[in-house]
């Protein structure tokens, strides 16, 4: 099965930046479609952003021209670039690739925390 850790949260300020990063124990470029999601306090686990392999790219509505995805080939790693960070955003982001009918394919890694102060 694969393994994914995803590593890169902390405490931001609201209006700052933080850049996760998720790496894989297989390569991301064999993966299908590529994801974040997050589950904030009290919350079910939601969709935050998903990258196919062929380039295409889909955000929440929540998140949609704040956060990045993408990937870096050479460190077979997938980042998500969130700018314009609010108090809202708080909450565990994971990773995770997706089956041929849009699911979580992997086991869910132990998730980075994100915390966001106003």
């Known amino acids: 099965q694969v393994q994914l850790v995803e590593s890169g949260g902390g405490l931001a300020q609201a209006g700052g930046s933080l850049r996760l990063s998720c790496s894989a124990s297989v390569s991301i470029f064999s993966l299908n479609t590529m994801a974040w999601y997050r589950q904030s306090p009290g919350k079910a686990r939601e969709f935050v952003a998903r990258l196919s392999v062929g380039g295409a790219t889909g955000y929440a509505v929540s998140v949609r021209g704040r956060f990045t995805i993408f990937t870096d080939a050479t460190k077979n790693t997938l980042y998500l670039q969130m700018n314009s960070l609010k108090p809202e955003d708080t909450g565990l982001y994971y990773c995770?690739?997706?089956?041929?009918?849009?699911?979580?394919?992997?086991?869910w890694g132990p998730g980075t925390q994100v915390t966001v102060s106003s």
């Open positions: 995770n690739h997706l089956d041929i009918v849009g699911d979580a394919a992997a086991p």
